[in-house]
């Protein structure tokens, strides 16, 4: 079992990035699908993007060339790059682990960083 906590929102012009971090406690941080979502008021919550163990990328159309998930097994942390950001990222950033099972996969999720994008 994995807990996760977000942090590096906050406010930001457009344009402009943020780095948000997700720390992990627990064992086996290296063996997590790790990833990022966000859900924005209003909206169901949608992948942004996610870095398998094996070090497989995946991105929504949405953000890719602008966001980059990269993380660090030594630290147990995954990060979130965001460079030139848009109003339409504003949201509640959620970290996620996947730990994938032999029948199925177990998600535990962080408690959300907010992003808010505006002039």
């Known amino acids: 079992q994995v807990s996760l906590a977000e942090s590096g929102g906050g406010l930001v012009q457009p344009g402009g990035s943020l780095r948000l971090s997700c720390a992990a406690s627990g064992s086996g941080f290296s063996i997590y699908s790790m990833g990022w979502y966000r859900q924005a008021p209003g909206k169901q919550r949608e992948l942004v993007a996610t870095l398998t163990s094996g070090g497989t990328l995946n991105y929504a159309d949405s953000v890719k060339g602008r966001l980059t998930i990269s993380r660090d097994n030594a630290k147990n942390t995954v990060y979130l790059q965001m460079n030139s950001l848009k109003p339409e990222d504003t949201a509640v950033y959620y970290c996620?682990?996947?730990?994938?099972?032999?029948?199925?996969?177990?998600?535990?999720w962080g408690q959300g960083t907010q992003v808010t994008v505006s002039s």
């Open positions: 996620n682990a996947r730990r994938w099972l032999v029948i199925g996969f177990s998600d535990y």
